[in-house]
């Protein structure tokens, strides 16, 4: 189940909650709800504030508000459990079979997974190197979206675009230029930007993507590939599946928003998540270890991460090694 999937879902049980006379409001039932990433582990899979978001419209506590909608919400396919949590936050337990499906999709899509096919006009050129790259990117993601982004006037930069290119190539270039919050002057030292090691942030997102594919590369030439995605609750597998199913909706954020920044930062987050992943839930089996189910699934789970990260980068208009 997508965070959009989702939301819809919570959507429904607020419905329901009205049609069954349990909640009174003073309006209409809102188009969409927010589901977000609980802040900390062992709090569910997804989190919603719409109790807190409703309670001004029915006069009564966001306590009790959530507690009417946690009934209906929990009864509804896909979730296996919902928990009130102060002051009225919705904490929502998705189903194991959920989860396979998530992944299935993003196999299934490959590099159109948050990124649709969209008509957009051409991007129109400006003199300030980074105020060309933002045009781009705003274009790609109205193309990727049907959603037209806002103009923005996000913070110049001294060099012009072939300075950067020449000091940084086109990859470190683009990072550097959309990483940063459009107000904020971007960093543009070499030292930083081309270092291959962890502190550097586009690194890591690229070596993630790279290790992700090593590992499908090896997985077939010791004959095995990725299977069914059964049982992912370890907290490392649980954190990395809830940003491959948040991409869609960062996207579409992005796009609204008309921040690039936004998509980069999801690729960080999801690099960060898939290298916890790989070094505490090995994909591969070790020495004499025979191959078993658990391994095709956690190579799906490498699979759908990758392609995440690939279209991630893509959108960014980054390339995406396979070797670093």
């Not at 209906?72 to 928990?83: E, M």
């Not at 001294?158 to 086109?170: F, K, S």
Request: with cysteine.
């Amino acid at each position: 189940m997508t965070p959009a999937e989702l939301s819809r879902t919570v959507l429904s049980a607020v419905r329901r909650a009205v049609e069954a006379d349990e909640l009174h409001l003073a309006g209409p039932v809102p188009d969409r709800v927010v589901v977000r990433r609980p802040p900390r582990p062992g709090c569910g899979d997804w989190a919603t504030n719409v109790a807190l978001q409703l309670a001004p419209l029915t006069g009564a506590p966001p306590l009790a508000v959530a507690d009417v909608i946690r009934g209906h919400l929990a009864a509804l396919p896909g979730i296996a459990r919902v928990d009130v949590a102060h002051p009225g936050f919705l904490n929502i337990t998705l189903e194991g079979d959920s989860y396979d499906a998530l992944v299935g999709l993003v196999r299934e899509q490959g590099p159109r997974y948050g990124i649709g096919h969209h008509p957009a006009p051409a991007p129109q050129g400006h003199a300030d190197a980074r105020a060309n790259a933002f045009a781009a990117a705003l274009h790609r993601l109205h193309a990727a979206t049907g959603i037209a982004p806002p103009a923005r006037r996000p913070h110049p930069v001294r060099e012009t675009a072939d300075d950067l290119l020449r000091t940084l190539g086109p990859d470190a270039t683009a990072w550097a230029l959309l990483r940063p919050p459009a107000e904020d002057a971007p960093r543009t030292d070499p030292a930083e930007l081309l270092a291959q090691r962890e502190s550097n942030p586009l690194f890591r997102v690229r070596y993630a993507h790279a290790r992700a594919r090593a590992l499908l590369r090896n997985a077939h030439d010791l004959g095995i590939g990725p299977g069914a995605t059964e049982d992912l609750r370890h907290p490392a597998e649980a954190e990395l599946l809830g940003l491959i199913a948040d991409f869609p909706r960062t996207v579409q954020a992005a796009a609204r928003h008309g921040a690039p920044d936004r998509p980069a930062r999801h690729l960080e987050h999801t690099a960060d998540a898939f290298l916890r992943f790989h070094d505490t839930c090995p994909a591969l089996p070790k020495g004499d270890e025979k191959p078993s189910a658990v391994h095709g699934t956690r190579l799906a789970l490498a699979d759908a991460a990758g392609t995440v990260l690939a279209n991630g980068l893509t959108l960014l208009g980054i390339s995406a090694p396979r070797h670093l």
